[in-house]
């Protein structure tokens, strides 16, 4: 009976449903994990991987297209709310005139330059709180723009980190059952040496008994 063989290295696998998921090995020196992609996983880990790094520079930059989307915005707000004041007010002057006219019989009194001075002091009290909604929605148009793509950028890093995560998880499995492989071979090896020791040591008495029989012979 002869001494086993030096211990080898075994290989890692992780399988779902048949399927290879990911791969420990070793080749020379190096110890490789593979995580084995599907198709389409490898299609989605890149794209976003390309999304991610295309959108990163101009993240805060905002282009022509989108500069004109949030001022058409704003316009259309400012068209509105001129044309609602203008609905309030315009009558209220009407009818301060009609009054005025049929009480005086003309409009170049006292009282008439009094009521159109009060309803053109609101009226520009009405404009300046639109400029000032104006500036407002300006604000929460051009930061919902910045969080809508931070969100997508987001999105797009968690993705890449989960598929990171789920890439390490495997190949943890997977090195763990190359450990315990090669553990087991390693003990197999042990226990075959130590076998080895004992039947060696047990042949080296036996050999030092015969000797000094015949020695006393």
Known sequence: MGKNSKPKYSSGTV??????????????????TNYLMSDDEKRAYDYAQKSFADNLSNLNVFDADTRKSINQQLEAYAQKGTKAINDIYKPMIEDTKNDIAKRFGNLDNSSFLNSLNTIESNRADAISSLGQDLVIMQNDLVNDELSRRYNYMSFLDDYVSGINSTAMSYGNMSQANSNAGTAFNKGNYSSGTNWWSEGSNLMSQLGTQLLSFYLSK
């Open 15 to 32: 399988q779902i449903n048949g399927q290879t998921k990911a791969t420990t090995s070793k080749y020379g020196d190096n110890v490789v």
